[in-house]
């Protein structure tokens, strides 16, 4: 079993930048990658970035130079930055530890609006 506890979410203008944090109750390394998703209302969660074990990230293309993804492994700690935000960006942030959809945090909501 583990826990994630997502945070870091609030309301941001356009342009502006958050960085979520995803933080487990157990080592992240006995988890293949770390994801972030996301989920708007009325919409299919959609997966947003990746970094797996060995460190190699992944993104979705509308995220692409805009967020990065990346942990502590000391703290347990998965991290999302997210800068140039945009309206479209306004969702719940969900993290998951895993391939499998065992294990998803809470959610934290981004709202990007002026």
């Known amino acids: 079993q583990v826990q994630l506890v997502e945070s870091g979410g609030g309301l941001v203008q356009p342009g502006g930048s958050l960085r979520l944090s995803c933080a487990a109750s157990r080592s992240i390394f006995s988890f293949n990658a770390m994801y972030w998703y996301r989920q708007c209302p009325g919409k299919e969660r959609e997966f947003v970035a990746a970094?797996?074990?060995?460190?190699?990230?992944n993104y979705v293309d509308s995220v692409k130079g805009r967020f990065t993804i990346s942990r502590d492994t000391a703290k347990n700690t998965v991290y999302l930055q997210m800068n140039s935000l945009k309206p479209e960006d306004t969702a719940v942030y969900y993290c998951?530890?895993?391939?499998?959809?065992?294990?998803w945090g809470q959610g934290t909501q981004v709202t990007v609006s002026s």
């Open positions: 998951k530890a895993g391939i499998t959809d065992r294990y």
């Open positions: 970094i797996s074990d060995i460190g190699s990230t």
